[in-house]
């Protein structure tokens, strides 16, 4: 019902920039302006973890590892979510998902997987030192 596809991954060296993109598309009976949307990153040998979230009222969530360094956007008139990564680390190195839902959430559910049913299928970024 809801198709997510990420772009703008790739190889940066420790201190560089990346802007994630996700384009949102599909029909869910709902308007796009009120989807919870978020990233997450995955890291061989790790767990999933959330990264960032953003609900319908801009509310925001980040991660404590990532907190000033990454900024969740969303562009609703291109139906497109980023997520601009500044002053990259070799522990940022990931698979990163954008994810959906048609709930509303809002403080740290924007960062549990478990919230969203919709997912795209990644991009990944790898920080080099």
């Known amino acids: 019902q809801v198709q997510l596809v990420e772009s703008g991954g790739g190889s940066v060296q420790a201190g560089g920039s990346l802007r994630l993109s996700c384009e949102v598309s599909?029909?869910?009976?709902?308007?796009?302006?009120?989807?919870?949307l978020g990233w997450f990153r995955q890291a061989p040998g790790k767990e999933r973890e959330g990264v960032a979230g953003?609900?319908?009222?801009?509310?925001?969530l980040y991660a404590d590892s990532v907190k000033g360094r990454f900024t969740i956007l969303k562009d609703s008139a291109k139906t497109t979510l980023y997520l601009q990564m500044n002053s990259l680390k070799p522990e940022d190195t990931a698979l990163y998902s954008c994810a959906a839902t048609v709930q509303y959430y809002s403080g740290d559910y924007l960062l549990q997987g478990s919230m969203y049913p919709y997912w795209g299928q990644g991009t990944q970024v790898t920080v080099s030192s």
């Open positions: 953003i609900n319908r009222y801009n509310e925001t």
């Open positions: 599909g029909y869910t009976g709902y308007s796009y302006s009120t989807y919870t």
